[in-house]
């Protein structure tokens, strides 16, 4: 996770991103395999290229396109490389030939293979819409995160804040947080979010205030934009009340909380490593509440590497709204 403290961060990381990025849509009655690469019936790319390689992800893509198993591909491959070759190939040949695909590349390499109906949600296209609904927000940046599959990004509002009554003089501010993927392995996902000054720890809430998905199929960027701007809405709105939820759980005392943490981690399937880490983070500040123990999940959520960061902050936020998860610990 990348902190950024202005918009030009974030621009400069998106420019840098989609740079020398392409798409090409062929039939996949033209295409070949030569080795690990895809044969083009033309050069395509900056770099116009006929051979390109695949990504673990576009191969894994073009095994389900054409309906090879992917793991089994991959161990032929690890002990014959040309069988796996030509095990490919024939899949391709007798793939019907009127399919088309769409490829997304970036530089001599091909990031994903998509249905031709697949609709692009580009991350640029994201974070234009984002700057554009927020505005009037006065919001800024918290943090974002790329990657070759992933991007999601932090807002937070200037305006939408309360007072952290377990940590006199800091705050918990609101805004919201949007996941997206432009090459399949996610939907374009949006959700009101809180921060925590003093240990900046961050939550996610899909659940019952806020939280949209857009399939990255049969829209429109109109309906994209439309979908970001009402959810940005929503966290403006709202995001009191989640702060107000939030400190209301001070509330709610645990008896075994160490028992509770080692339950919810179960139920959230974290690893022994992170399960401990939550527990570890639960003695830095250790309120027998179930605030307390929402706090130790943000907290160590922070050491994680980003996907499972955000994976952990959702959640967190999601014991806001599951009393049953709550009975169940206890």
Same mark, same amino acid.
């Given at each position: 996770? $990348?902190?950024?403290? /202005?918009? +030009?961060?974030?621009?400069?990381? =998106? +420019?840098?991103?989609? #740079?020398?990025? @392409?798409?090409? $849509? @062929?039939?996949?009655?033209?295409?070949?395999?030569v080795g690990d690469r895809i044969k083009f019936p033309e050069k395509?790319?900056? *770099?116009?290229? !006929? %051979?390109? +390689?695949?990504?673990p992800l576009a191969l894994a893509n073009m095994c389900s396109r054409t309906g090879v198993p %992917?793991?089994?591909?991959? /161990?032929? #491959?690890?002990r014959n490389p040309k069988l796996a070759e030509s095990i490919l190939r024939d899949a391709i040949r007798a793939t019907d030939p009127g399919t088309?695909?769409?490829?997304?590349?970036k530089r001599d390499k091909i990031r994903a293979v998509l249905s031709d109906s697949y609709t692009a949600i580009d991350n640029r296209t994201v974070v234009d819409i984002i700057r554009d609904a927020s505005f009037g927000a006065a919001a800024g940046v918290?943090?974002? *995160?790329i990657s070759d599959t992933d991007f999601h990004v932090k807002i937070l509002f200037d305006d939408n804040h309360g007072a952290d009554e377990t940590a006199i003089g800091k705050e918990? !501010?609101?805004? @919201?947080?949007v996941k997206n993927s432009e090459v399949g392995v996610s939907h374009l996902i949006t959700a009101p979010f809180i921060w925590r000054e003093i240990c900046t720890n961050g939550m996610i809430s899909m659940s019952r205030i806020g939280g949209g998905k857009v399939r990255h199929r049969d829209? $429109?960027?109109? %309906?994209?934009?439309?979908? =970001?701007?009402?959810?940005?809405? =929503?966290?403006m709105r709202e995001g009191g009340v989640l702060i107000t939820e939030f400190l209301q759980r001070r509330e709610n005392r645990i008896l075994k909380p160490t028992n509770v943490i080692s339950f919810l981690a179960a139920k959230a399937k974290l &690893?022994?490593? &992170? $399960?401990?880490?939550v527990h570890a983070a639960f003695k830095v500040e250790p309120a027998r509440n179930q605030f307390g123990v929402i706090n130790a999940f943000t907290r160590a959520a922070q050491t994680q590497a980003a996907p499972t960061r955000l994976g952990m902050e959702s959640f967190a936020g999601s014991l806001l709204h599951s009393d049953e998860l709550w009975e169940m610990a206890a």
């Open positions: 996770m $990348t902190a950024a403290k /202005t918009w +030009e961060d974030l621009e400069r990381a =998106i +420019e840098r991103d989609d #740079d020398e990025k @392409f798409d090409v $849509t @062929f039939p996949v009655s033209s295409l070949g395999v395509v790319g900056p *770099y116009n290229l !006929r %051979h390109l +390689e695949m990504s %992917h793991p089994f591909l991959e /161990t032929v #491959d690890q088309k695909l769409l490829f997304r590349g918290s943090g974002f *995160y918990l !501010r609101g805004g @919201f947080v829209h $429109t960027d109109l %309906h994209v934009k439309r979908m =970001i701007e009402r959810e940005v809405a =929503i966290a &690893t022994k490593t &992170t $399960t401990n880490a």
